[in-house]
């Protein structure tokens, strides 16, 4: 099979994973949410956080160096090492463990009863540490599917287990069950991606005769490698995770935790599918261009950019426009709060997306230790704006704390990248992309409250895309070439039809070959 049918499959694969996991995810979430309501929601928030927490300290390296080294093996024909590779990998993993288990079982004995009053802390502690520990070896056997680039793998996995632990969850509804049925439910499916994952992974491994010991430059480059990542995924899960769900649970209340829960799962899962694969493909992507010169690679990071910036637009504009009916569709008016959480981390996110070129730049050119302080440092006003602003504010606090967060570690990857790379954006197409999109979501948003919710948010999306697009041509944001192709299209699969919209691309065209 050819690289570009490998790549084709590789992609198709990964989206079907990451579609899958995602909305029947969400779909578990929202069932979960609409039972529990707002108090209990955040109580069991704060569960699968701490789990979260967890598994990001036990595989924090040891996941990213497994995909990198089973590739660099595979690829240099030694595939003899991979075995004493994984080995060294999971006694890593078990220490990375063993060190999440005393340090967290520590704070939760002495903690525990403030942060959880409610629970048996025995048995909590118990479920935490297995859940941990489950979903961390499930991780991991992920990272070995990536290593040999066996993205059907991954995608089996969701497709087998998602829906099953979806069953689970409406099963622990139908019977009105309390939460901790549905913390049940969360190990259970803990339980079967990892006795599922290991079921998949297990035929890719090579024979288990087939062991080379691993030479001194290969461990020298393991530990360094584990080491630098390490300390760069465990800072970085504080800045990018709902670290807000723990300080609303101390500082506030667990009905603050599940509002701002729904709406920042809501919001990053959302954005989460603006670039879908496209965002896995950036890193090779940039450092092919980067291997072909700086001008390539500048081009690149501009167009990228604002690619990223034309697919996002839209969708801030929907989500803020049409927040509240959304969130009261979904979770119900219990949530209603959550809508302004949401529309604020939808926008402050989207600079988020903005910057993946960004920082695809920087991990491609070998500035790792640049972004690594970059996100310490992003991570300690987090930090201390959470604190300050949730004992003050509480979920208003969390929210302007996450969404100043979220922009700032945004500007500064961009603004890191343009410094070494020397490149500049196109700020001027990307100000007039955000203002379509500004005039469409405010003219769209006047249907809001006129219509039913689900018809207000088909009616909506369907304006707002329609007028997003006919901005776009209007403000210019497209070349003479690119409106001839779209004409083309138009033409050739609708026939020419609406006529007037043959007119407007028409007069763009012209527009845009006169202004060059």
Same mark, same amino acid.
């Given at each position: 099979?050819?690289?570009?049918?490998?790549?084709?499959?590789?992609?198709?694969?990964?989206?079907?994973?990451?579609?899958?996991?995602?909305?029947?995810?969400?779909?578990?979430?929202?069932?979960?949410?609409?039972?529990?309501?707002?108090?209990?929601?955040?109580?069991?928030?704060?569960?699968?956080?701490?789990?979260?927490?967890?598994?990001?300290?036990?595989?924090?390296?040891?996941?990213?160096?497994?995909?990198?080294?089973?590739?660099?093996?595979?690829?240099?024909?030694?595939?003899?090492?991979?075995?004493?590779?994984?080995?060294? #990998?999971?006694?890593?993993?078990?220490?990375?463990?063993?060190?999440?288990?005393?340090?967290?079982?520590?704070?939760?004995?002495?903690?525990?009863?403030?942060?959880?009053?409610?629970?048996?802390?025995?048995?909590?502690?118990?479920?935490?540490?297995?859940?941990?520990?489950?979903?961390?070896?499930?991780?991991?056997?992920?990272?070995?599917?990536?290593?040999?680039?066996?993205?059907?793998?991954?995608?089996?996995?969701?497709?087998?287990?998602?829906?099953?632990?979806?069953?689970?969850?409406?099963?622990?509804?139908?019977?009105?069950?309390? $939460?901790?049925?549905?913390?049940?439910?969360?190990?259970?499916?803990?339980?079967?991606? !990892?006795?599922?994952?290991?079921?998949?992974? #297990?035929?890719?491994?090579?024979?288990?005769?087939?062991?080379?010991?691993?030479? #001194?430059?290969?461990?020298?480059?393991?530990?360094?490698?584990?080491?630098?990542?390490?300390?760069?995924?465990?800072?970085?899960?504080?800045?990018?995770?709902?670290?807000?769900?723990?300080?609303?649970?101390?500082?506030?209340?667990?009905?603050?935790?599940?509002?701002?829960?729904?709406?920042?799962?809501?919001?990053?899962?959302?954005?989460?599918?603006?670039?879908?694969?496209?965002?896995?493909?950036?890193?090779?992507?940039? #450092?092919?261009?980067?291997?072909?010169?700086?001008?390539?690679?500048?081009?690149?990071?501009?167009?990228?950019?604002?690619?990223?910036?034309?697919?996002?637009?839209?969708?801030?504009?929907?989500?803020?426009?049409?927040?509240?009916?959304?969130?009261?569709?979904?979770?119900?008016?219990?949530?209603?709060?959550?809508?302004?959480?949401?529309?604020?981390?939808?926008?402050?996110?989207?600079?988020?997306?903005?910057?993946?070129?960004?920082?695809?730049?920087?991990?491609?050119?070998?500035?790792?230790?640049?972004?690594?302080?970059?996100?310490?440092?992003?991570?300690?006003?987090?930090?201390?704006?959470?604190?300050?602003?949730?004992?003050?504010?509480?979920?208003?606090?969390?929210?302007?704390?996450?969404?100043?967060?979220?922009?700032?570690?945004?500007?500064?990857?961009?603004?890191?990248?343009?410094?070494?790379?020397?490149?500049?954006?196109?700020?001027?197409? $990307?100000?007039?992309?955000?203002?379509?999109?500004?005039?469409?979501?405010?003219?769209?948003?006047?249907?809001?409250?006129?219509?039913?919710?689900?018809?207000?948010?088909?009616?909506?999306?369907?304006?707002?895309?329609?007028?997003?697009?006919?901005?776009?041509?209007?403000?210019?944001? !497209?070349?003479?070439?690119?409106?001839?192709?779209?004409?083309?299209?138009?033409?050739?699969?609708?026939?020419?039809?609406?006529?007037?919209?043959?007119?407007?691309?028409?007069?763009?065209?012209?527009?845009?070959?006169?202004?060059?």
């Amino acid at each position: 099979m050819n690289t570009r049918n490998t790549i084709v499959k590789n992609t198709l694969f990964s989206s079907m994973g990451i579609y899958t996991e995602y909305f029947l995810g969400m779909l578990t979430s929202i069932i979960i949410a609409r039972h529990l309501g707002p108090s209990d929601f955040g109580a069991y928030s704060l569960v699968i956080w701490l789990v979260a927490t967890g598994v990001a300290i036990t595989n924090a390296g040891v996941a990213s160096a497994v995909i990198k080294f089973i590739a660099e093996l595979r690829g240099a024909g030694r595939d003899g090492q991979i075995r004493p590779l994984l080995t060294w #990998a999971w006694r890593v993993q078990a220490g990375f463990l063993a060190v999440s288990v005393l340090v967290g079982g520590t704070l939760f004995v002495v903690y525990g009863a403030w942060i959880m009053p409610d629970f048996n802390h025995a048995a909590l502690l118990i479920a935490l540490v297995a859940t941990t520990a489950l979903r961390a070896m499930y991780m991991f056997n992920i990272a070995i599917a990536k290593g040999y680039e066996a993205f059907r793998v991954t995608a089996a996995i969701s497709v087998i287990v998602t829906p099953l632990n979806l069953l689970m969850v409406l099963a622990a509804w139908l019977l009105d069950g309390p $939460m901790e049925w549905f913390l049940v439910a969360f190990m259970a499916s803990s339980l079967l991606f !990892w006795w599922v994952s290991r079921r998949q992974v #297990a035929p890719l491994l090579p024979p288990p005769d087939l062991r080379e010991p691993l030479d #001194a430059n290969l461990r020298r480059r393991l530990r360094s490698y584990t080491a630098l990542v390490a300390v760069t995924v465990a800072v970085t899960f504080i800045t990018a995770s709902e670290v807000e769900v723990l300080f609303l649970t101390l500082f506030d209340s667990t009905a603050s935790a599940g509002q701002f829960k729904v709406a920042y799962q809501l919001a990053t899962g959302a954005l989460l599918l603006v670039p879908g694969v496209f965002a896995a493909l950036l890193l090779p992507m940039m #450092a092919n261009a980067l291997g072909q010169g700086h001008d390539v690679a500048n081009r690149r990071l501009a167009m990228s950019t604002t690619y990223l910036c034309m697919l996002a637009a839209p969708l801030v504009a929907f989500g803020v426009a049409f927040a509240d009916t959304i969130i009261g569709l979904l979770y119900g008016q219990a949530f209603a709060p959550a809508a302004l959480v949401f529309a604020v981390c939808l926008s402050a996110g989207a600079a988020s997306v903005l910057s993946q070129g960004a920082s695809a730049y920087l991990l491609g050119s070998d500035r790792q230790r640049a972004l690594m302080m970059l996100v310490l440092v992003c991570s300690l006003v987090k930090v201390a704006l959470d604190i300050v602003l949730i004992k003050l504010y509480g979920l208003t606090g969390a929210m302007v704390a996450s969404g100043t967060t979220t922009v700032l570690m945004a500007s500064l990857v961009i603004g890191l990248a343009l410094h070494y790379s020397g490149a500049s954006l196109e700020w001027s197409r $990307m100000f007039r992309i955000l203002l379509a999109a500004a005039v469409a979501g405010g003219l769209a948003w006047l249907l809001d409250g006129q219509l039913p919710a689900l018809a207000a948010l088909a009616v909506g999306g369907l304006l707002l895309a329609a007028l997003y697009f006919a901005g776009t041509l209007l403000f210019g944001v !497209w070349n003479a070439t690119d409106i001839r192709h779209f004409l083309e299209i138009h033409n050739r699969y609708a026939h020419g039809r609406p006529a007037f919209m043959g007119r407007l691309l028409g007069w763009a065209a012209t527009r845009a070959g006169a202004s060059r």
